[in-house]
């Protein structure tokens, strides 16, 4: 069983940075890739960023290149989301998730975390 938990979320203005972390308990595998979505209200869950566990390879949705970067502490089991020039439409519960592959779609990841929030206000 592997538990993932998020903190890092809060209330911030347009511009300013946060940085999320999300840490891995139990049985956790060298070979996961991590993945960080988001849902903002009444929308659909849409992926933001992943990152390969032991090859470091990444991937962003578009509209967080250059904003936003995923890394990761192997000895620490966390991965983390800097998000910097943060926007209102960022606005959104952010999850984080484990699975075989750094994929963009919702059913690659078998884990996910219970979400923390951030909110972008103008």
């Known amino acids: 069983q592997v538990q993932l938990v998020e903190s890092g979320g809060g209330w911030v203005q347009a511009g300013d940075s946060l940085r999320l972390a999300c840490a891995a308990f139990g049985r956790t595998r060298s070979s996961y890739a991590m993945g960080w979505f988001r849902q903002a209200p009444g929308k659909e869950r849409e992926f933001v960023a992943a990152?390969?566990?032991?090859?470091?390879?990444?991937r962003y949705a578009d509209s967080v290149k250059g904003r936003f970067t995923i890394s990761r502490d192997n000895a620490k089991n966390t991965v983390y989301l800097q998000m910097n020039s943060l926007k209102p439409e960022d606005t959104a519960v952010y999850y984080c998730?484990?699975?075989?592959?750094?994929?963009?779609?919702?059913?690659?990841?078998?884990?996910w975390g219970q979400g923390t929030q951030v909110t972008v206000s103008s």
């Open positions: 990152i390969r566990w032991s090859g470091g390879s990444t």
């Open positions: 998730a484990a699975g075989p592959l750094a994929a963009s779609t919702i059913t690659a990841y078998e884990h």
